[in-house]
């Protein structure tokens, strides 16, 4: 008899029982001419704790409602009822005989549900069962696995959300040869233990931070310059235009921009026991704002509605005290929930009409103060709506009064965010989207404040086509990250990915928002819960930074301030990557190659030089490859390993990745 004929046995729920089963069918009398070399081990015997899905449990033998496991009409005895999108990670030992299974969506779902289902075998895509709808047929799968030595088994959501998303692997069974290992469920995602590659900051002085900055003329300015090295540390500055005074002890710059528009060439300088920096430095005094991306945190991935006046004031001290402002992370940004809910009126001052703040913030201006006073910037959040998206005072009918409220409070960024106003809009179609923002806009140039506007409408109405015409200076590309479902990649890809196609409409004063940094510790969006650490691998995070500083995203860390380790700061504070973000040219780094298990990503920079990312987004490590033709180059050009900060030397026509990038991990480099 033929290998892999395998004998259907029932379902085994654990090993021993899959053995003896097989023991018994040898002994039964006349099947001696039979010789059996395969031992049927059911998908749902593996530890199925280790499924993870979009909702609900893995279930044996039922589907995910716990109903008999029903496609397209037809019942099946055996399996696991999972639901989108579901990701199993299976070892092998690279002699299991083979895998056989039938896929579709559960009837139960009705003409709802609508999946894809795909087994990836060593890292590689070995079956792929398109989009199936509720109803359809089931689908087949038997797939060799010999010398495979890790399955992967997926369930998408086919693009459309997972509602009803009821995924079925009927009749799952692996046809082991008798002797080899048995499948062994793992974890998902792998464990990796977190790697430092950011080389620390020398004791000398090395002064960072965007090359020049924007402000309007007669505006207050406040500047910290960024600054790593042993402090003490001595500041000064060359060239400084009156109205803007230095404090040399902190370096921090405070007082009022020249009231003459122009380029004010400043040289910055920083000196210690150990040494000394110079960096030049132009304040550009004029109409635009954020010449480069913003950089700072928000409060929103962390404290959600528990949100403290106290929580931000930790933020501001965390961001001098952890380093992050020696490395141009600037605003302290409060998102929603810091005004009054729903319910608990008066919502506003009857004087000013202004908006009040709750009880949790009972001396706003006397936060902001503080801020200011480390030399960071302070954001606020409100929509144009009657409520807020958690069910606080929106700004609907009293936008003047609240912006003049925040510029009074010393605001310096304000997150406009559409929320209810889907409600009251009026008008058609870009017109409708745009006005809020035009008014906001309009009433914010009035104030004798510089306060940066981040439109956040979600991507609607190709915001980024428009969205600097009615005076934003960043929006939002996307739904909210935090919402998003990923199952084999996390969901910063593909959010990014979606906010990297609108690279043309970026430049200085004008950034696309692929949404915040959620690192270090964060709390789940799907219920705002308390904070956690990431999920994500280590090398998930690098290349999350990667690719946020390839883009020119604002980068906005929206993690818990007070708990952030070192491997946490390694990721968020690496100067070369962020001066990739905060180069002048203020170009958005574009995808010049695309594939299933990997892309690039080039940006360019103001000295000539590109920036590339190679990213590697298959479940195994590989090395990747660019060639200089590819991505506009040629001849010989010099590479540096960008996270470690170290030259690798000349490359004629192509650089290889040195070593094989690691599961969702990038190589970060420069090309001259
Ligand atoms: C929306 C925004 C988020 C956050 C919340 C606050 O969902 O997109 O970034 O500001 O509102 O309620």
Redesign the pocket.
Known sequence: MPRNNAISLPCFHDVWGAVLLVLVVLCIPGSAAVVIDDVLVSLSSLDLTKMKQGWGRPQIDQSITSKPLTIGGQVFEHGVGSHADSVFSIQLDGQAGRFTATVGVDDGAGARGSLVFQVYLDGSLSFDSGVMHGGDPAKRIDLDLSGVTHMMLLVTSAGDGIDYDHANWAAANFHISAGSNLPVALDYPPRESPMIITPKPGPVPAINGPRLFGVRPGHPFVYRIPCTGTRPIVFAVDGLPDGLVLDPATGVLNGTAPATAGEYDLTLGATNEHGAAERSFTLVVGETLALTPPMGW?S??IH??RVTEQDIREAANAMIDSGMADFGYMYVNV???WMKQQGDEPYRDTATGAVLCNAKFPDIAGMVDSIHALGLRAGI?T?PGPW???G?VGAYEHEAADARQFAEWGFDFL?Y???SYENVATGDGTARLQRPYRQISEILRTLDRDVVLNL?Q?GRGAVWEWGAEVGGQSW?TT??L??QQGALLPAFYSIGLRNARHHECAGPGRWNDP??LMLGWVGS?QNMGEGTPTDLTPNEQYSYMSLWSLMAAPLFLSGDMTKLDAFTLNVLCNAEVIAINQDALGKQGRVMIEDDDHFIMVKEMEDGSVAVGLFNTSEGEQPLTVRWGDIGLSGSCTVRDVWRQEDLGTYADSFSTPKPIRRHGVMLIRVS
Request: hydrophobic fraction near 20%; proline fraction near 0%.
């Open positions: 928000n929103w991935y959600y509605d998102d929603d929930c959040y929509s807020t998206c958690a606080y997150k965010d559409w929320c956040c979600y939002r739904g909210d935090g919402l949404d915040y969006a």
